[in-house]
């Protein structure tokens, strides 16, 4: 039978990283988020994973490009307060390591994606509560989720001596969480 955990989020991290004109990589968090797994770790296939983000807690570390992020040319916080994921399939791919399918929501728009997730056992903690521990990644087109803004400028490519074009903001998001689990 599977018990309800709860994610601890001070314990855990939800990271996501993009490319930024091609050559370096620009990385965040969400600072508010929360949800529950029902899981028992002797039957991880019937995982059922329920998470929501608050979409106005995104951290670059730039606050002016964090109030980017939360205008409409991306997350448009105001009219989408929230991120959401919904799993719908586990499936095992070696004993510590899973796949958990499931409907990923941001703005408006919904698409099934595929999280990696290592299993890192569970244990007892000082104070009594049972803790489990994984790693997740994940890969994720941001224009599937109606996140378009961009543009694309020209640079000079030093030894070729040309002209190349630059996209500003690249579209694939990569996904990586640290996540610890408190049985209730």
Same mark, same amino acid.
């Given at each position: 039978m599977s018990d309800v955990w709860m994610f601890d989020p001070q314990h855990s991290a939800i990271r996501f990283s993009v490319r930024w004109l091609m050559v370096g990589r620009v990385s965040g968090t969400f600072n508010r988020w929360g949800g529950s797994v029902k899981y028992d770790p002797k039957a991880p296939l019937a995982t059922q994973v329920s998470l929501e983000l608050e979409s106005a807690t #995104?951290? &670059?570390?730039? *606050?002016? %490009?964090? &109030?980017?992020? %939360? &205008?409409?040319? =991306? =997350?448009? #916080?105001? %009219?989408? *307060?929230k991120i959401t994921f919904a799993s719908s399939k586990v499936t095992a791919v070696s004993e510590k390591r899973l796949q958990v399918a499931g409907l990923l929501k941001i703005r408006d728009a919904s698409k099934e994606v595929t999280l990696d997730v290592l299993s890192l056992g569970t244990v007892s903690d000082p104070w009594g509560k049972e803790r489990a521990g994984f790693q997740v990644r994940s890969t994720f087109n941001r224009r599937d989720f109606g996140l378009t803004w961009g543009t694309i400028m020209s640079a000079g490519a030093e030894k070729a001596r040309q002209k190349v074009e630059v996209v500003v903001v690249g579209e694939m998001v990569d996904l990586e969480a640290d996540i610890i689990l408190t049985r209730q």
């Open positions: #995104v951290d &670059t570390g730039i *606050p002016d %490009r964090d &109030t980017h992020l %939360r &205008t409409d040319d =991306f =997350f448009g #916080v105001e %009219r989408f *307060p």
